[in-house]
């Protein structure tokens, strides 16, 4: 049995313990939490599961290391603390404790994009002789394990494409909707994500990663995107769009060969089905695509919902899932930070129910 914590309760972090709790080969030990107005609350509870699972939630850093688990999931927001996310991860990391972790994203392969950023980090992963992990659905799976498998069944590629397609309405964090991506802000205004560099900061390494498990040498990353605004004012679960304010976003990071993209993360986000009449459309609810251009060519529409008939919900779980599930390939993992080309076939052994 591999003992887990769960660091943080949030809207990744809640699914995080369901998967925990529904795997026969993890035992969850501890609940690691921001807020102190959590602490003392039993970790059902705070994932929304009806029962307590027998442990209650601490905001003591120190009562965790005590636990001694052999790995904490960390699905602790670091979009907008990445050093301070990176201290956490390295501190557990030196206390000889695997991680497995949502963010910083950079980190689900930093060569040749952060590898300066991912230092601290790897040495302490090799320092305490475990593992890190940083993955989810996107960065993650959606971008290096199902491009990767879909490519093992082409004779010649000449693109391969990674597409989000997701209307982002349900999605209930103002801070990533607005000061993040920028939705809300008057067009013209950029939030943090469109700032130079910052796509290829979080999105440079899903290029670099599908390009090393390709063969490929890039010639360099490129940033693209273009904004839509609200035609009428509206709601969303996380806050008001004005009119006139931006309330669609479709960008682009392109890995360049000779002067032509063969690798590309697009990502197409709107907050009313009705914007951005011409870019590209989801499959169902809403979906990763992968296209694959070359002989033969290629699409595969993943496409995301819940039981509670939300594609955003499905999109938290497969995000929290990707990590726990990887765990007990992580925990057998050689030292240091490794990727998804180090691990094996990630699977759901164990979670099939009849």
Known sequence: MIRVVAW????????????????????????WVSSDAKAGKV??????????????ATSSVDEI????????????MADNRIFEAL????????????????GPVFLQYPTG?????????????LDGGVSLFVNGVDPGFANDALPLALTGISERIEEVRCVEVLNYNTYDQWMILHDVMGFG?????????????????????????LAAGLGVELDGIEEWYEQEPAHETFQVDSGTIDKGTVAALHFEVRGIVNG??????????RLHDDLGATWPKPAGAGCYRVVVTGEPNYTLDLQLLGTDGDHNTAGLKATAMRLVNAIPAV???????????????????GLVRT
Not at 260 to 269: F, P, Q, S, Y
């Open 8 to 31: 943080s309760t949030g809207n990744v972090g809640r699914h995080a313990i369901a998967g925990i709790d529904a795997r026969p080969d993890l035992e969850l030990v501890g609940v």
């Open 43 to 56: 970790a059902g509870e705070l994932a929304g599961l009806g029962r307590s699972l027998g442990v209650a």
């Open 65 to 76: 290391l005590a636990l001694k688990p052999d790995v904490v999931l960390n699905t602790a």
């Open 87 to 102: 201290a956490d991860i390295e501190k557990l990391l030196r206390a000889g404790i695997n991680v497995v972790a949502s």
């Open 113 to 125: 994009v952060a590898v300066g950023m991912a230092e601290g980090v790897t040495k302490a992963a």
């Open 185 to 209: 802000m008057p067009m013209g205004e950029r939030g943090f994500l469109l700032n130079d560099g910052v796509l290829t900061m979080a999105w440079g390494s899903v290029i670099a990663q």
């Open 260 to 269: 032509k993209a063969v690798i590309v993360l697009e990502h197409v986000t």
């Open 331 to 349: 925990v057998d993992a050689k030292p240091g930070l490794v990727t998804a080309l180090d691990l094996p076939l990630i699977t759901g052994k």
